[in-house]
């Protein structure tokens, strides 16, 4: 409260968003350099971006995310052809009235039912390639993202090639990096619940016994090291 400009740092889970700003003015900063992005916009996603993300306003910051889950990402976003901090309200009829609906003085139960109203009216229909896809992530989900391509090769009887190509096309996203995103997500939020773990034992317990390329792929995923990271943890990481 201090502090006239506050930051929010945000993690890619590989899951894209329709997000719904209030006051449609912040900065988005990406990638080693801290390039920026400025958002006026109402609805948005980002699309094709590099860690890490920050996001920089004034006095308040207020919005409501509704989340793809990740088989689903080309059904919504595969039209996306530029990278960057994508203007929603120019691609989607009515999208606009949604956001009016979602500030209006009600309770969060009837924003989740308008956003619920929202989704089902996108026609959504899983193909056989989208639900095998949806098979694959609920499997990396379940063992927290400690797996491999190889592994999942033998686990589906399937080639890597295979594997790779109708796993990028389904989710935007190569195979290889959404099981890294898993397994360092899920190793976040349990080291903000275990604050006592040495950077040593977390390692160890997600099936890192190299502490360089357990450092490489947190860095992939939250652009940061892990010290820089948990070092500096931001209160709106504890609530989310």
């Not at 995103?181 to 080291?191: A, E, N, Q």
């Amino acid at each position: 409260m201090d502090k006239t400009v506050k930051y929010v740092p945000v993690i890619d889970d590989c899951c894209y968003d329709f997000v719904f700003f209030k006051e449609c003015n912040s900065v988005l900063t990406y990638g080693e350099k801290q390039s920026f992005f400025y958002i006026p916009f109402k609805v948005f996603t980002i699309h094709d971006l590099s860690p890490p993300y920050t996001l920089k306003f004034e006095t308040s910051l207020t919005f409501f995310t509704i989340k793809v889950q990740p088989w689903a990402n080309a059904h919504f976003f595969s039209h996306l052809e530029t990278s960057g901090v994508i203007d929603l309200s120019l691609k989607k009829m009515g999208i606009l009235e949604i956001h009016e609906q979602l500030f209006k003085d009600i309770l969060i139960s009837d924003r989740c039912m308008i956003a619920d109203d929202f989704i089902k009216e996108q026609n959504l229909i899983l193909s056989s390639s989208a639900l095998f896809v949806k098979d694959i992530c609920e499997y990396i989900y379940s063992v927290k993202g400690m797996t491999s391509v190889n592994l999942l090769s033998e686990k589906y009887k399937k080639t890597r090639q295979y594997l790779n190509r109708i796993f990028k096309q389904e989710v935007l996203y190569s195979l290889k990096k959404f099981i890294i995103t898993v397994r360092i997500m899920d190793l976040v939020k349990f080291r903000i619940k275990n604050k006592h773990i040495s950077m040593t034992e977390l390692c160890y317990t997600y099936d890192y016994f190299d502490q360089s390329h357990f450092n490489r792929d947190f860095k992939k995923v939250c652009g940061v090291t892990p010290m820089q990271f948990f070092n500096d943890l931001p209160e709106f990481l504890f609530r989310h």
